[in-house]
């Protein structure tokens, strides 16, 4: 029989294929996806401390617990604990979703010292790879922001604290006034601010020497603050004063709208010779085309809409009920306001409704939604003779939106810091801290109220770790306990630590047990902008220190709140 | 065809050349098919972006006419296998999306739905609002002995039945008229009981002199004077649950264990529910600042039989679903369903557990033609990580469903039930039984490769040894040989590679390192 090639040839090939096949099956990814993370750490060391490439060597760390979660969902996919020697972990099949974080936790004496997260990211239906550099740093204290940098000239890469985007401004990137809001997907929204003189007292007009309009967007993947204005496409859209503010300010609010829409409401801007409130009303859209992410709020005629009153220093509160916002108080000049004013940002209907009348003036007050998520409740603030103790729920009736007095505080206060706890805490605000004199004085009391109660609630037990006002209040997802961050006490010197609140019971001799941070802030600073990120920190950023300029870097503080599975 | 022929067509032909640029081709064509850069985020964007296109060409397609009423099912699984926990998730997320969506209206729960059929608690109360216009009807013709009867009946319904009343009011207006009804059929007790009652309820409240006698206003003055001065009692509700919602008299107060400090003197009615349990309790609290407790016992409710307060063609039509084997037998339970909710559609889906994720196969009845049809099938990971993105598909199908019921997708008999594993006998192979042949025949008509520890069969005729010229060739033939494996190889790899990257590898988990 004859064969047209011989066997040997035919093994070869056969070989050769199987080869070829093999090489290009094996050695590349295996069809999943993939997420990396690289970590890094921030150590407090001798002097200012450092950031370490790799783990740090914290004090009698062997091991590192690290979690998939996803913390919205308070759900723990997947858990585990590695040497930390070992230098890798692996999780080979983590399940894949939405709004994942990983979790590390620095564990010593079986003790957490240190932690953190990626930011939230999603693992869908496509094969995709994601790398992360994440921070490590100790558990409730503060550090500075880290971003990896390349050296000027050379191939050397550094972790650096970050700062401001600077690129595109010729002034000083330090600013007070400025605000931090998250944006949904993740990322911090800065915006506007400028540079004080002299220093000036909580809630009396600023000695500014400058606003800016920029606006900012820090990723905590990065590390990274990047302006929008300096966006490549923004840039070629050739728009003047593209994706920055029209009207440069400080001191204004924005108020997150939902989707990615956020409504910038006053404060003061620079004119010729002097700084004044403006009555400016733009909306910033981050889903917008590069160049059109910011706006005026204008009318069907597309004329611009302006507040009846130009204000600054006043309180905007948004009303989950019909997405209209609040505007009270404030001040202007030496004017402090008495009037309170309604936005509708709604793009189909905008309407702003002012000249509606408070009970009293004042600036520097609290604003709270109640749980109708229509009623807002003013607290308290100043004016230019006196501390207030009024309060006053600005709600809906038949005739209209108007303000009616209710209880007064059981201590005159401004500059507090207050929040609405909710059912479980029998829908009570909590107050805390704040300010009782017009050139001193600071409270560390707080009190609990609603308004359909005479009186608030208060005790002389009812003490914060020291007296501030102007401190930071949030309420932390997982464990629901409260955070007070920085602020000024009775003589306005610097806090630089931060409080942590549990509540025990309206039951209890004393509702909430406070602990103070052990460490203080990387650099001490007032009047910055904090906003949650989604890796479970908090971001504060830019501010003052005692008699400095302003400042441009940012700091974190990490309050370790691990997700709470739900029961 | 002999050697020679055969070494000069492949001398000659192009072939080669081709086969060389396929491999190149393929080559180079194969990786970049790999990088898949595509972010996780882009991939759920685009099936929420894909979700919300449909639903844009929804809205184009539908230009007029009345929005379609659509009845929702509770999400089920096949044969009951899954647990409940992960159901309820599914229909709870589902019914919320399909809530949201602007091209249908979600029928509300049947439970809610059912009006004076006299099932269920929210048809009682129903049935008492239909006693309460009655009886004031009654009264305003004077037939006060008939209008207290009635009035009587309503709040008995509504008192016996608070977790399915929603508006006080409306128990507050039939106490007063209720109490009005009494007095002018000469009941003066239970005249003054009923006038306290409403005064407790709502000490705030003034009656109209045109239609409550002195008498009346009399009672409820004295009794509004008495709720003041006893000012509130301190309340402690606790349960053998915490976080249990508690409201009084319709007023969320808090949840468990709370106190409650701003309820009067008087009667009053709690209502505490912890998910579905629910505990119902007419309280009568002291005042004067007097400390009262109250204990929840959920656990003493015991189970619900929640099934005997659901109409039977309902439960029927849930056990012909869950079986995941049903057809034209449906249809009648599908049309009592559909006039007892006044639905256009009916929707259900069925979940079915497969290796290491749930699939969601979701269905739409049109009432108007009988028409079933079956949408695409979505998958969710066991863990529900995917939730959002795969409920956010699932209504999508189920809303374009109703938007244009695709013939196409229609369905006679549907059977999602696993087969039963067939005990096949296996078939013995002819071929099995050749090795031992092979090994003692001389002719074969082929060649296997020689297995490692056995005795290599026997040959048989061997080629005659290649003369000088057939191995000058050689190099040849390898090469041609090696660029065919090549080609093969290449081809066999970019398809691997192609496979992978458009997702048929598990998407439900992905890798992670950490390192440091």
């Not at chain 2, 065919?484 to 390192?513: C, K, N, Q, W, Y």
Request: hydrophobic share 40%.
């Amino acid at each position: 029989m004859v064969r047209a090639i011989s066997t040997k040839k035919w093994i070869l090939g056969l070989v050769v294929a199987l080869a070829a096949a093999a090489s290009f099956s094996c050695g590349g990814d295996d069809g999943t996806s993939r997420i990396s993370v690289t970590l890094f750490g921030w150590i407090d060391g001798a002097g200012d401390g450092e950031f370490v490439q790799g783990m740090p060597e914290y004090p009698a760390a062997d091991q590192i617990r690290v979690r998939i979660t996803q913390p919205d969902e308070r759900v723990i996919l997947s858990e585990d604990v590695f040497p930390i020697v070992d230098g890798r972990a692996l999780f080979p099949e983590a399940s894949a979703g939405d709004g994942l974080r990983m979790d590390f936790e620095i564990i010593g004496d079986s003790n957490v010292i240190a932690s953190g997260a990626t930011p939230k990211f999603n693992v869908g239906e496509s094969i995709s790879y994601r790398a992360f550099r994440t921070m490590i740093s100790p558990i409730n204290a503060f550090a500075p922001v880290g971003s990896m940098v390349r050296i000027d000239g050379s191939n050397e890469e550094r972790l650096v604290p970050s700062r401001f985007d600077g690129r595109e401004l010729d002034s000083s990137l330090g600013r007070v006034g400025h605000t931090a809001t998250a944006t949904e997907s993740g990322l911090v929204l800065i915006v506007g601010g400028g540079q004080v003189g002299a220093f000036h007292q909580p809630a009396t007009t600023p000695d500014l020497q400058g606003v800016v309009g920029d606006i900012q967007l820090f990723d905590p993947a990065t590390g990274y603050f990047t302006e929008l204005a300096g966006d490549d496409e923004a840039r070629r859209s050739s728009t003047v004063g593209a994706d920055r503010l029209q009207v440069p300010r400080a001191f204004h609010t924005v108020t997150a709208l939902g989707d990615d829409r956020f409504l910038v409401v006053g404060g003061y801007t620079q004119g010729s010779t002097s700084i004044s409130a403006t009555d400016s009303i733009e909306i910033i859209n981050l889903n917008a085309s590069p160049g059109a992410r910011v706006q005026p709020l204008t009318d069907a005629a597309q004329s611009p809409m302006l507040l009846q009153n130009r204000r600054a220093m006043h309180t905007a509160t948004l009303r989950e009920s019909d997405g209209r916002v609040v505007i009270a108080g404030g001040r202007s000049g030496n004017e402090v306001r008495n009037t309170f004013e309604i936005i509708n940002p709604n793009p189909q209907n905008p309407l702003v409704e002012g000249g509606l009348s408070m009970n009293s003036a004042r600036v520097g007050h609290s604003a709270v939604l109640m749980g109708d998520g229509s009623s807002v409740w003013l607290l308290g603030g100043r004016t230019d003779t006196e501390v207030l103790g009024s309060t006053e729920l600005i709600s809906d009736g038949e005739s209209g939106t108007s303000s009616s007095a209710t209880a007064n505080l059981q201590r005159p206060r401004y500059g507090a810091s207050a929040i609405f706890m909710g059912p479980s805490v029998n829908n009570f605000i909590l107050l805390a801290g704040g300010f009782t004199g017009l050139t001193s004085g600071a409270t560390r009391n707080y009190e609990l109220g609603r308004p359909d109660r005479e009186e608030f609630l208060t005790d002389g037990s009812w003490q914060l770790s020291e007296a501030r006002g102007n401190a930071a209040l949030f309420e932390l997802p997982q464990s629901r306990e409260l955070l007070l961050i920085g602020g000024l006490n009775p003589d306005f010197q610097i806090v630089g630590n931060a409080d942590r609140l549990q509540f025990q019971g309206l039951d209890a001799a004393v509702p909430f047990s406070v602990d103070a941070s052990a460490g203080s802030m990387y650099r001490l600073r007032s009047g910055f902008a904090t906003a949650p990120v989604s890796n479970g920190r908090y971001l504060i950023t830019g501010g003052q220190g005692q008699n400095e300029a302003a400042r441009q870097d940012a700091e974190y503080f990490n309050p370790r709140d691990p997700v709470l599975p739900r029961r | 065809m002999t050697m020679d022929e055969i070494r000069e067509s492949r001398a000659r032909g192009p072939r080669g050349w081709w086969l060389a640029v396929l491999v190149a081709c393929l080559c180079f064509a194969g990786p970049v098919w790999a990088e898949d850069d595509a972010t996780g985020e882009e991939a759920e964007h685009a099936d929420e972006e894909a979700a919300e296109g449909e639903e844009e060409q929804g809205e184009a397609r539908r230009a007029d006419g009345p929005t379609p009423r659509l009845f929702m099912m509770p999400v089920d699984s096949l044969q009951g296998e899954i647990t409940q926990i992960v159901t309820e998730r599914v229909n709870e997320s589902t019914r919320r999306q399909l809530d949201s969506e602007r091209r249908l209206e979600l029928v509300p729960g049947l439970m809610e739905v059912l009006g004076s059929s006299g099932q269920g608690v929210y048809a009682l109360i129903s049935e008492a609002e239909s006693q309460y216009t009655s009886g004031i009807g009654l009264l305003r013709a004077g037939d006060h002995q008939a209008a207290a009867e009635t009035l009587q009946r309503a709040v008995d319904l509504m008192v016996e039945n608070l977790s399915g009343l929603q508006n006080y009011n409306f128990l507050s207006d039939a106490l007063s008229n209720l109490s009005l009804a009494y007095f002018h059929s000469d009941f003066d007790l239970d005249a003054r009981q009923n006038m306290q009652r409403f005064a407790q309820l709502r000490p705030g409240a003034t009656l109209d002199p045109e239609i409550f006698p002195e008498d009346l206003r009399s009672i409820f003055e004295d009794e509004v004077d008495r709720v003041e001065r006893a000012e509130t009692g301190i309340l402690t509700i606790e349960a053998d649950r915490t976080g249990a919602q508690v409201y009084i008299d319709g007023d969320l107060k808090g949840a468990t264990p709370v106190v409650v400090e701003d309820v009067g003197f008087g009667h009053h009615y709690m209502v505490v529910r912890d998910g579905e349990a629910v505990w119902t309790e007419v309280i009568r609290v002291r005042g004067r600042g007097q400390e009262q407790t109250f204990e929840v016992e959920f656990d003493s409710l015991g189970q619900e039989d929640e099934s005997s307060e659901l109409p039977a063609y309902y439960t029927d039509l849930q056990q012909n679903l869950r079986s995941g084997r049903f057809g034209q037998d449906l249809h009648p339970y599908l049309i009592e369903l559909t006039n007892q909710t006044g639905a256009d559609f009916i929707a259900w889906v069925l979940l079915v557990r497969e290796g290491p994720r749930y699939i969601a196969a979701p269905f739409v009845y049109r009432a108007s033609d009988a028409m079933v049809i079956q949408g695409e099938n979505v998958d969710f990971n066991l863990e529900l990580s995917n939730m959002r993105s795969r409920v956010s598909r699932l209504s999508a199908i189920i809303s374009m469903a109703v938007s244009d019921m695709p013939e196409d997708l229609a369905v006679e008999d549907v059977d999602l039930a696993p087969e039963p594993t067939p005990v096949a006998t296996p078939e013995v192979p002819e071929e099995e039984e050749e090795p031992e042949e092979v090994a003692e025949v001389d002719d074969h008509p082929s060649d296997p490769l020689p297995v490692p520890g056995t005795t290599p069969p026997e040959r048989g005729p061997v080629a005659e040894l290649p003369d000088e010229r057939e191995r000058s060739n050689t190099l040849r033939y390898v090469g041609y040989g090696g660029a065919a494996a090549l080609a093969g190889g290449a081809i066999a790899g970019t398809i691997i590679m192609l496979v992978r990257a458009s997702g048929s590898s598990d998407p439900t988990v992905f890798e992670a390192e950490v390192e440091w």
